[in-house]
């Protein structure tokens, strides 16, 4: 009776630890597929991410070539230094490249030459640190004292008197300006905050990049879309 009973014990042991195992095998399975779903959702929403990088970085581009292509002061000159300073300076100052990019298209249509634009655009984002404002309103502000704008350079903190000479007026204003804000876009840079924002600038340069081989396959995917929809009668 005892050897029975113990066989008995054991065969429902048996049948429930089979019952614990295709539990934890469903559990398993289950968990399983969550997560690559979580991970297909979170791969897709990275690629939806990129492609939006790359024609963000594309629009910017667009909006300095076309307010080059309406500036006298421009004729012959070409993006490449802008983009090479913007890169450089993104790195240093947490600000995205095409934030500075949109600051050349806007210190571009004040008509400002190519080495102009390039000596005042550190200047532009130390004020944009300095006051807490996006870098396009900054050079806005900043450009319109470059001209000797009074209210303008009053905006700025600026007492100045023209002397009649643009290119000293520039340079005068621009050294004013430097008195006051210099150095703040790099000093934030250094910070804690600025470390982060850094980090961000890199992370969304990864994103453009494959934004860039993303655009084209997608294009040629919607392309091939457009030419079954008749053929599917959709």
């Known amino acids: 009776g005892s050897a029975r009973s113990l066989d008995r014990g054991l065969t429902q042991t048996q049948s429930k630890l089979k019952g614990s ?18 991970a297909a959702v979170g791969i897709i929403k990275f ?8 024609e963000d970085s594309q ?46 298209a806007v210190l571009t249509r004040f008509q400002l ?13 130390d004020f944009a640190r300095t006051m807490g404002i996006d870098v396009p309103s900054a050079a806005t502000k900043v450009g319109k004292a470059l001209l000797g704008n009074a209210r303008a350079l009053k905006d700025v903190g600026i007492d100045y008197t023209r002397t009649g000479d643009s290119a000293t007026d520039f340079a005068d204003i621009l ?10 876009a790099e000093a934030f840079g250094q910070t804690f905050p600025g470390g982060l924002a850094i980090a961000k600038v890199k992370m969304d340069e990864v994103k453009e990049a494959l934004g ?21 009668g959709l």
Do not use: C, H, W
């Not at 095998?25 to 399983?32: D, H, K, M, P, S």
């Not at 890169?87 to 995205?96: D, E, P, V």
């Not at 030459?113 to 984002?125: D, G, K, M, S």
């Open 21 to 38: 195992a295709a539990t934890f095998g469903n559990i398993g399975r289950t968990l399983g597929t969550v997560f690559a779903a979580t």
């Open 47 to 54: 690629g939806a991410d990129a492609v939006a990088a790359f």
């Open 59 to 104: 629009q910017a581009l667009l909006e300095l070539q076309v307010a080059m292509r309406n500036s006298p002061a421009m004729i012959g000159a070409t993006t490449k230094a802008f983009e090479e300073q913007a890169s450089a300076l993104q790195l240093l100052t947490g600000f995205q490249d095409e934030e500075i990019i949109r600051a050349d």
């Open 113 to 125: 030459t190519q080495q102009q634009i390039e000596a005042a655009i550190p200047t532009v984002l």
């Open 175 to 184: 050294r004013l300006l430097d008195s006051r804000v210099g150095g703040a």
């Open 212 to 232: 860039a081989k993303l655009v084209p396959v997608l294009s040629k995917f919607y392309a091939l879309v457009q030419r079954l929809i008749p053929v599917l």
